[in-house]
């Protein structure tokens, strides 16, 4: 279980960070499922891990989703959101002294294809990612998502011919 936690664990935290715009509330999105993980199905055939704990990831973050729904109605009621202060961590140079140029011309693409993914219906995106980021078959992908394979692959279609023309359309410009 927990070679199979360690391989999934970057890319898990990607869509849960994906997802919530926010790195603390993935991380924590991402330490329940585990811990659901473990605590419910470790006696499931390790072939069966992959699908449940995308299911358990999925919803996690979508109660995260009305959480922050409800979060922010009270929010706006309260006219309490304040503006946060820069982080000073990311304002002093890198000590490895890599070349800004580079980092910055890397992290513009990266930004790029984060960006268009936030941009695909929620579907399409964890379609998207559970294909190409965590390899998983249609039917894998199907269970995990609780729909149908033809369903799977009509998400998936869609969300690759967006993703292809939105950056192709950053590129020209």
Do not use: C
């Not at 360690?6 to 898990?12: D, G, H, L, Q, W």
């Not at 699908?51 to 009621?77: E, G, M, T």
């Amino acid at each position: 279980m927990e070679e199979f936690l360690a391989s999934v664990e970057r890319r898990a935290f990607r869509m849960a960070e994906l997802a919530t715009r926010s790195s603390d509330d993935a991380l924590d999105i991402l330490q329940d499922a585990m811990i659901a993980l473990v605590q419910k199905y470790s006696d499931k055939p390790p072939e069966e891990w992959k699908p449940l704990f995308f299911q358990i990831l999925k919803n996690r973050i979508r109660d995260w989703h009305r959480k922050a729904k409800v979060r922010n109605i009270w929010r706006s009621f309260r006219n309490t959101e304040q503006e946060d202060s820069p982080d000073p961590i990311t304002q002093h140079a890198d000590p490895a002294g890599r070349d800004p140029g580079e980092e910055l011309a890397l992290s513009e693409s990266v930004e790029s294809v984060h960006a268009a993914l936030r941009t695909l219906p929620w579907r399409q995106k964890q379609t998207f990612l559970l294909r190409t980021w965590e390899e998983m078959s249609v039917s894998e992908t199907a269970r995990s998502m609780g729909i149908s394979e033809g369903s799977v692959k009509t998400h998936f279609s869609r969300a690759t011919q967006t993703l292809r023309k939105l950056l192709k359309d950053q590129r020209d410009e």
